[in-house]
């Protein structure tokens, strides 16, 4: 018999597989075409960004931004280098921003309600409805408003008073109770600015200056000058008291933890001893007697000897500055503890040093929630017709027991000039879409001589059919038969300049001044030197004692989010998947209790325990925290949306439901410190979506820190570096000696290329980690940059999140007993770009090399995903793509940056120095005809921290910034002399007052 | 002859109840006729496995790696666990084969051609993996050096890579080895199978036209040596490069010298476990008393006996020198392992790896076959939870304590690795009724030659 397949059988096969092989090839894929401008708009080159000055308006802080647009969409948040509260920095809210005016789940179109839901209306008809609602009301009619700009504000007080109504303001974040201390104590209605740049001494009685207390982004550079250890070893001290550690808390060098409430004690206390020994007290002299040491002492439990010190320091150490208490620790006597504050200020020498009452913050919202409250009693009690809201959320953020959606119902015409169908406006009969500040005009005024314009960046974003509300205003004004001298909110805002421009008398033309104004983004008015004022006498009596809580169990304190705020901005994944500064923690919320606490009630980090108070119970897992007393538990505002957008709703929880409806008599603020609550376990648990693995160094060289003296004493420059030997494979085995600084990079024998390498820059960088907060915006900075996706909550628990910089937080020291140093340490970790790099020798593909310039580069288009460059990285900071995350919903997508590819599941990524910032500034320079200078590319994280704890440069230019701070010695590189990867990093160490442990680096 | 005499020359023959040659042809060709029903059940079993395998892969394919449990800083898991462990118990088939051939083993005969089989298919499961744990397994192919338009290289300095070439070669220096040595087997089959059936098409394509001249004896001798000379090393290059994904790794727990040594160690021990593991119930299912004696499977635990003390020396090793090295994340590495979150894995591998084969050091225990397979099965067990230890452990907790986390493997992870087993029970099944799993010709070669009827009688008496 025959074997074998026969010829024709063979043939038969090749044919049939020949064919399929080749239809494989083609593709049924859409042709796309570009189609370029026929009239190009002016202005725009494709490619080339366009920038606009405006404000932002996400806190109160009024941080002066610079958008960034591309083919007519705004694509990036920076900070105003010339306007002097942002300085260039921004915080992550402020980069937030775009996915606030991208969010979608804006509304598209006005609604009405009819019945139980609400149906899409034209503008035509809703503003007949407007009109309609507020004619029918005749005088009764309330606006209630948050936080707008001083020409907004105006448009809608006069608006108001046309019909004879009532506007009020309210912001769930208000500093009512300093305003009135302040008031008090200085005769000025306003909040003091602070300078935290000249203070030698730092008192925070509760304030979380850093985070989220009035103007974290300007306060954190003031304080990083200050705090930062220069050449001269110039370093302020900060002392925290207070019940919780904040992520302020957490940046200072020493923690007298104070029971909530009693900070005024101790500021009183302090300032007793400081005015014995010849500070001025004036009026309070009386008060201060009533408050010595040994007094204070028996009350809050704090040493005489601790009051004494302090008191020594502030004075020996100054100018000081004393802040405080904050949000959280706004309790009945709110007004009282502010104003201890102040008295201790002046009394310890800080007015017009530190402190500048006349220099007021202006921006900040200082409205009692009071007024909403009286209002409320109204509308329940039938008396308000008609109800505008503007920009504000009451029935999220006032506490249930206030009974504002209820109250509501007893308005016969509610409208809601709003960006969403939230938890008040779903109880609104119209609702009306309002603009986001990024494509809408307005100004700002956070300072007497400080006056900025807020003017769009781009047209309304067109999924939505939003209008400004000041042109809904004077539209409805013009119904009412009022002309209030302006068509549009433009013109209107125009006036409004032009008039400011004429009270100066300056020989500036008009228009040239509007441009001024419109290109600088802010203008600085001269308003005349003023004397520094002197303490007054009260003008009513005050209590300094510390309030009675309800309820039993462990104190309560309800913060604001350094995210959230008050909630705000929590439809953006960005801020829900960015771990929280202080816990690490994201997308669900936690409740803080202090580790032994935790084990004496049987519960760990996790378990869902249920929190009581008599006013209403929530259900939330643990976070067991060291830097909180032991009889005191903390939850951040901002979770619990039930309306407000697919990112935000169902999840986490409103501390606000644990608050009563409470007023301190005195400031008309909402009393947060209220109550006690009462924590018992479930019996569930939960993973929890944090970035944390462990917070101890565990006897490894990652943060080592100095203490000033020993720095001084040059210590560290005795210390001997410990020498690499490199073993190389050219030449046969034999060591080479090394220290493994970026600028040796590449070693000779380990060359990879045919290149010269003193031809080619090495960028480097380094992060001065005594400068370092922890505030997490270079994060958030990052992602708006480099189209970094968001993950979600289930892949953030698995521990999957993308991003490229990450801040580790190592406790060293808190001790929450009893006075005594605190050190918490930052390091912000992202991708070295080793001299050395593990991944790269290991990629199968070349999809992770080494360019010339010393940049770890990660070709996204050739990497297959087997994930061995991510497991040899020593440091951890690849990140993978374990789906495809590209896909957002419109239009988000529309804030992705063109300059950087956006990556697909299957693929692994890392921070690459913001190359295309790299490449755009070596071009610019190639064009110009020179070489790239220090300074000119400038990655997003060092752009956006307020800390300017981030230089990038060429540390093969001596004259580099990068590279003279790399010369420090306080300078090291993170496992270098463990593994000898090379980092192309170095790390400025943490200067610290008291003795440290160094582990040898 | 007296009893004593006859019993000597038992105790000297490897196989001492097997009559005749013709026995052998019939008692082994047999296991090729219609299956059972307990092979149709096994068989079924299988291929649902095999299925659940396939929906699994499709899954993750079209919806994303994702859908495993994997994370960072845990970016290898079971996936690379399986893998090495089919690699590793590839190794042991080749060990018997190859190695054993040349050292001129008696016992190996009865055992070689499942162990070969078993070589060939567990290189095949264990190939599946590198594609399943890949991000963008469309582009595989780029791992191997192709002419392409933009000139690019893999990168040969990547233990994957080296990967690609060490399991490729395997594979195919295996399957050739394989089918070098059943020419005989087959022809023998298709001579006893039915003209014109599917079984002698089969047969027939692959015995390539074997008749059993002398000359082809003659060059298949010749060329059977050559290629177990040439399998030889890969037994123990294989695995070392294997052992290099993780040597060559920064990883601590990962990088040690003594990977290369420890891992073939292991693969043999694992290897031989499992083909303990398979003997057992084939020698029931088929009566196959006679050919798999306890000699066999003695020789079988005493290899494990060795390769297992080797492991055990490997693991005291590790510990020792993490400790002398006084580096904190070495030593914290191997805390880790046996008192951080993974401890029960921990303890399983040395449990099952260090204590249990203590008792092959007796000689009842290597006799008694249902001690061997109940044995053979833990070390198996063991075994794959070393490469989980090894792999997830280590990057669970290295450098960086802030970026320390765990992984817990999901639905489609099990299902893919379970699916594995299944791949690998669905061919070696098929295997066994298709060709002979024992070693027909070279058997005959360490049987005493044939005597007549009357010599037999008068050594009987």
Redesign the interface.
Known sequence: ?R??IKRRDFLRVLGVSGAGAGLVGCSTDEVQKLIPYVTAPEEITPGVATWYSTVCSECSAGCGAWVKTREGRAIKLEGNPHHPISGGALCSRGHSALQGLYDPDRLTQPMRRSGESYEAISWDEAEALLLEGVQGADSDVVLISGRTGPTLTGLQERMIEAVGGRRIEYDAISEAPLREAARLAFGVDALPSFDFESAGIVFSFGADFLGSWISPVEHTRGFARASGTDETFRKSRFVFLGPRLSLTGQNADEWVPVEAGTEGLVALAIANIISATGGDAGPYTELLGAHDPQTVSDQVGISVDTLHELASLFVSEGPGLAVGPGIAGQGQNATAVNLAVLVLNTVGGAVGRTLFPRQAHLSATTAPAGDLLAIVDSMSAGQIQALILHGTNPAYTLPPAAGFPEALASVPFTVAITDRMDETASHADLVLPDRHFLEAWGDSNPRPNLWAIQQPAMRPVPHFDSRASGDILLSLARGLGQDLGAETFYDYLRMSWLDLHAAQRSEEPAEAFWHRALREGVIDLLTGDQEAPSLQVPDRALTFDPPALDGEGLTLLVYPSSRFGDGYSANRPWLQELPDPVSKISWHSWVEVHPETASDLGISTGDIVRVTSPHGQLEVPVWTYPGILRNTVALAMGGGHTRFGRFADGRGVNPMALLPAEIEQTSGSLVHLATRVVIEPTGERQRIAT??????????P?TPAVELSALQAGQLEEEEHSEIHELQAVGGFVPVPTEGRPEDFPLEGARHGQYEPEGYARWAMAVDLDKCTGCSACVTACQSENNVASVGEE?SK???DLHWI?L???YEEVNADEPGPVDIRF?P?LCQHCGNA?CE??????AAYHTPEGLNAQVYN???????C???C???V???????FSDVPEPLNWQYNPDVTVRT????EKCSFCVQRIRQAESRATLDGRPVRDGDVVPACQQSCPAEAIVFGNIRDPGSRVAQLSESERSYRV?DA??NTQPAINYLRKVTFHPVEDIHV | MSSLAVESERGAQTHPDIQSYGEVNVDILKMLSRPGKLWWFLFGLATAGVGLLAFSWGNQLI????L??????V??GVYITTFVFWVGIAHSGTLISAILYLFRAKWRQSIYRAAEAMTVFAVMTAGLFPLI?????W??Y??FPYPNERL????F?????WD?FAVTTYFTVSSLFLLLGLLPDIAAARDQAK?GSLRHRIY??TS??WRGTDRQWHHFGKAYLYMAALATPLVLSVHSVVSW?FA????PGWHATIFAPYFVAGAIFSGVAMVITLTVPIRKAFGLEAYLTTKHFDAMAKLCLVTGTIVLYAYLTEFFMAWYSG???ER?AFWNRFFGPYWWAGWIMLTCNGMIPILLWFKRVRHSIAALFVISIFINIGMWFERFVIIVTS?SH????????T?RPSVTEMGIVIGSFAWFAFWFLLFIRIFPPVAISELKEVLPAPLSRSAREEAAR
């Open positions: 018999m074997e074998g970035i944390e693995g462990s917070s101890d160094q565990n006897d490894r990652i892949q698995m521990g999957r990450r580790e937080r190592f390091l970790m593990p020798s290991v990629c199968p593909v070349y050739r990497c297959v995903g087997t994930r061995y991510a497991n040899n020593p440091y951890k690849r990140v993978f793509n374990w789906f495809d599941g299957g693929v692994m496992l463990l593994i | 919806t994303g790696i994702g495993t449990g994997l994370n960072s800083p970016g290898w744990h890949l991000g963008r397994a582009h595989a780029w791992l690019l290289w893999p990168n300095r990547s233990p994957l890579v690609v003209p027939q394509l390539f036209g994904d060559m790794a920064i990883v580096e904190a994340p914290q990057l290295e450098f960086m304590p802030f970026a320390w986390g992984y």
